[in-house]
């Protein structure tokens, strides 16, 4: 099978999914890396110290060259701010999956959190790359909250898919173009 193509656009909107250790964030920093770097735009907060190490292991992988922006909430206000502030560069958002969960634990309006964001990364002049996990592809899950966090982030993710110009699913370090 030919290899998928490392590319992106100089602006339009990536979807990167796969499960966990998939892949998925090595692969979408080699996308902008490719495109001569950029920003990480991360999500994740460090509310415990295996998520902490988590963290550290992301920030070691993509070294010195990459500008990084933590922001748990308020993505869209992010895209907007560097939109006005001019930039040019990639952006790589890591991760959907962790956004969500941070919005529903903060009471969040989740529907215009995520109508906020598509907009803001479609009007991005800069190309925004977006990793998501795929989590509805085990068991259903047995208690009420994990159900209802699956159901939100596969519709995020079919949300997110459609309006994106380009979606790479991820599994066990192989990339495969879905749209």
Same mark, same amino acid.
């Given at each position: 099978m030919p290899e998928l193509s490392a590319s992106i656009a100089?602006? +339009? *909107?990536?979807?990167?999914?796969? +499960?966990a250790r998939s892949g998925k964030s090595a692969y979408a920093e080699s996308l902008v890396e490719a495109a001569g770097g950029g920003i990480y735009l991360a999500s994740?907060?460090?509310?415990? +110290?295996?998520?902490?190490? $988590?963290?550290? $292991?992301?920030?070691?992988?993509r070294g010195l060259a990459w500008e990084t922006i933590e922001e748990p909430l308020d993505v869209s206000a992010v895209l907007k701010r560097l939109v006005d502030a001019g930039e040019q560069r990639p952006v790589l958002f890591d991760c959907l999956t962790l956004w969500?969960? #941070?919005?529903?634990h903060h009471g969040r309006d989740v529907d215009a959190a995520l109508d906020d964001l *598509?907009?803001?990364?479609?009007?991005?002049?800069?190309?925004?790359?977006? *990793?998501?996990n795929e989590v509805g592809g085990g068991i259903v899950p047995d208690n009420e909250l994990?159900?209802?966090? *699956?159901?939100?982030? +596969?519709?995020? #993710?079919?949300?997110?898919?459609a309006q994106a110009d380009q979606v790479v699913l991820v599994t066990a370090g192989i990339p495969v173009q879905l749209k």
């Open positions: 100089h602006r +339009g *909107v990536t979807l990167v999914l796969g +499960g994740a907060e460090a509310l415990d +110290g295996e998520m902490s190490a $988590r963290i550290a $292991r992301h920030r070691d992988r969500l969960s #941070n919005l529903l *598509v907009a803001a990364m479609k009007a991005a002049p800069f190309a925004v790359v977006a *990793v998501s994990a159900r209802a966090f *699956v159901d939100r982030a +596969g519709l995020m #993710n079919q949300h997110i898919a």
